[in-house]
């Protein structure tokens, strides 16, 4: 990387983020061209932040349609999966990529060095929701880590370079061309040019006060691609599924879970999913369809159990911590060793014996479905900017089968690191050249985003509708108005903010893990993609459509 002048950087290729699909990219970008100089930077260290490495599940899933368990499985089978999954709003031709690269880019991390659970010489393959098959490989809840492990090797024994314990919060554009990105590391402002910019810091769950996310995923990229112009797709989309807020830990209810038929009962000791059930529903039919679905979904009846707990927090019958009392003390604990080792253990270690202690659990933010509109090559409708894992967008629709994130950036972090590595050699401009100097506004200490996160918690969760998400709208503008001039980090937060909740405002109906009470039927109408992007006069456009943008 060569230095300009104090502050500003120059590479190739910058890949923001340090997860298993900016490894992949890194990893790509230099093995297809090695004379192009590709720079990783992120926040913390590589391999420390973000979802990937974000160890907080009893597995964590891979798909591949390798058919090892002889179930007939074929990338065909697992395209219609996908498609059936979306509810006709993933789009089928990156879909179609993912399904039929996806084997070749997990057997290349198997040769790289990745160990997935094995029965003799086979992977063992699980099935998980969304899946007709059993197509998911893991290791354990550690299969991100390994894989960042293996990739980040790779890539620096190519000759990736490293810049961490960086904030990027802005991209660099000129006349709609994007050449590099700025931020803060440190508490000072640094800007680095790059001939193509691959936005990999994955998704928003840091900024709702409920999640189980990082904390260093606060949605940047989303924010920076609609400065720069990006459409954004999809993201009224965002998976939320039940986790657990007391004791004070990272970790989620694993779907199987709910095969235990746990007791739920609220502050008041009164066990209430049974009071939330229409006619003809049971309360095992919904725990038997949520052991196969971690996150909330309308797509199956499972939706009561989350409905339930989200509603009785909401109307103050909820704990001190914000949750609902969940325990399976009628389960032996040599079941509960067996059949969810990695839960029962992360408990014991945080003194919590499963088999006589209750917890608290409540929904929390997880996954975003949507996010920057990609091309089968990873492009987003910027120049000089592609998007790849979770803050891209198009590949899952209204909702998505599990284990298909990571795969997603296995597949389009190889496709993304190969483009954004031929743009850079075909840029002949150098970045310096084009590059405007900008002072960005640090973040001053301030508690103004409160009633902005209260409003969220709200209206985005669970159950949406009009009114609250018009009032989280209004929290938002309030907030712009309090300050002359909003500081970076601020202004990236309420542009998400605003961006969920005109999103979901836009979307009548109610699909997949999207519900509107006042809609609560799915609508021919909406049987398209959301789009948002910035007008001319920088407000927020949104509209759907099949149709190219
Ligand atoms: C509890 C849990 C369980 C999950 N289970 C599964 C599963 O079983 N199967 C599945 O397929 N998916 C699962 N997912 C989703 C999946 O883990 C993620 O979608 C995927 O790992 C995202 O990878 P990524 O590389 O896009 O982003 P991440 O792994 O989140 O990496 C983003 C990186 O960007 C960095 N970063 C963020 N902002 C900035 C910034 N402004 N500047 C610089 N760096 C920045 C972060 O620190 C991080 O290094 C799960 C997610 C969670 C939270």
Redesign the pocket.
Known sequence: MGKLKQETLQTDVLI???????GRAAYEAKRMEPQVDVTV????TWGS??????V??E????NAPLNASDDGDSPDVYLEDILKTGLGLADESLASIIAHEASDRILELIEMGVTFDGVGEKPLQRKLSGCTKARSLAEGGQT?VSIVSVLKKASLEKGVKVLEG????DLIYKEGEVWGAR?FRQGKQIDILAKAVVL????A?AIFPHN???P???G??FAMAFRAGAVLTNLEFFQIGPGVVFPRMHF?IHSHMWNFCPRLRNVLGEEFLSNYLPKGVSKDDVLSLKSMSFPFSVRTNARYLDISIFKEICSGRGTEHGGVIFDVNHVPDSELENKAPITYETFLKKGVNLCTDSIEIAPLV??FNGGVKIDENAATTVPGLFA????SGGVHGADRP??????D?QVFGYRGGRAAAGLAIERSEKPKEVFREKELIPQEKTDMLAPVKTAMDKSLMIVRHKEGLAALLEEIEGCRQKVSQLDVTTDNFLLVAEMFARSALYREESRGIHYREDFPNRDPAFDKPSLIRKGKGGEMGVWVTNKDV
């Open positions: 923001i983020g340090g997860g298993g699909a900016a930077a992120t926040e913390g932040g973000g979802s990937t490495v974000w907080a599940s597995t964590l899933g891979i991100g960086i904030r990027l919060l931020g990999a810091n994955g998704g769950g189980i996310n990082h260093s995923l606060k940047d990229g989620i997880q996954n790849i894992g979770e803050v599990g284990g298909n994130n990571l795969t950036c």
